[in-house]
């Protein structure tokens, strides 16, 4: 990843937004795609547990920052995280793209998580002494999932190096995996998001917004306490 100015005057560059709010914290960056490399152009961090009061004015002093009226494409972490986190950045996502007309595409947190650290498998706390897993490589399709103890030692051969980010994470894993090496990396951003994935705007953008959804891997409290008083 590189930081600087672009020529953003070139017909063939592309202005590009990425939002992430999937966790404790949250980032929003613009940068410059030109179909080969990425560079990034500016990235704000917004403090926790306001991610719906800053992200848009965030957005808006990074666009006025860089003379830029509205990305050409915004690329969005929707996953897994914070249910509150990921509704309020896919949220701002769908209303951006409405009113700016632009396409939008999604990543898991997980996968940037990979991309980043050059590691098939991938870890975040997901509390409640479970975590969210990606596991990947050997020939596979990856996958991620949800995971205590339990169905960590029910997966299988456990893998050799798992990315994580967080201290519960590192913890939880060896208590099923004792041999496992927890490769630390800094927690991911939306720089990291659109480093390692803007050719996805070009390949796989949502125009339908109706079909842009989080990736939760985890039902929400009011969905599994409403069952229960049902029942």
């Not at 659109?194 to 070009?202: D, E, G, P, V």
């Not at 796989?204 to 109706?210: N, V, Y």
């Amino acid at each position: 990843m590189q930081n600087g100015e672009a020529n953003v005057g070139d017909a063939r560059s592309k202005i590009l937004l990425g939002i992430d709010t999937c966790g404790s914290t949250g980032t929003v960056a613009l940068g410059h795609w030109d179909g080969a490399e990425f560079l990034v152009l500016g990235q704000t961090e917004l403090e926790a547990r306001s991610f719906s009061a800053t992200l848009v004015k965030a957005v808006g002093h990074l666009l006025a920052t860089h003379g830029v009226l509205r990305p050409d494409g915004i690329l969005v972490v929707n996953g897994p995280g914070s249910f509150t986190g990921v509704r309020v950045g896919l949220g701002a996502a769908k209303g951006f793209a409405e009113a700016w007309q632009v396409p939008v595409a999604t990543v898991s947190r997980l996968e940037v998580m990979t991309a980043q650290s050059g590691e098939a498998n991938a870890a975040l706390d997901a509390h409640r002494h479970e975590v969210y897993l990606r596991l990947g490589g050997a020939g596979q399709a990856p996958r991620e999932f949800l995971a205590g103890t339990t169905e960590l030692k029910a997966t299988g051969a456990a893998p050799g190096r798992v990315a994580v980010c967080d201290e519960a994470a590192a913890v939880l894993l060896p208590e099923a995996w004792p041999a496992v090496e927890c490769v630390r990396i800094a927690a991911p951003t939306a720089g990291d998001a659109l480093a390692h994935f803007s050719s996805r705007l070009m390949r796989e953008k949502i125009l339908d917004l109706a079909l842009l959804d989080g990736h939760y891997l985890r039902r929400s409290d009011a969905e599994i306490f409403g069952e229960a008083k049902e029942a």
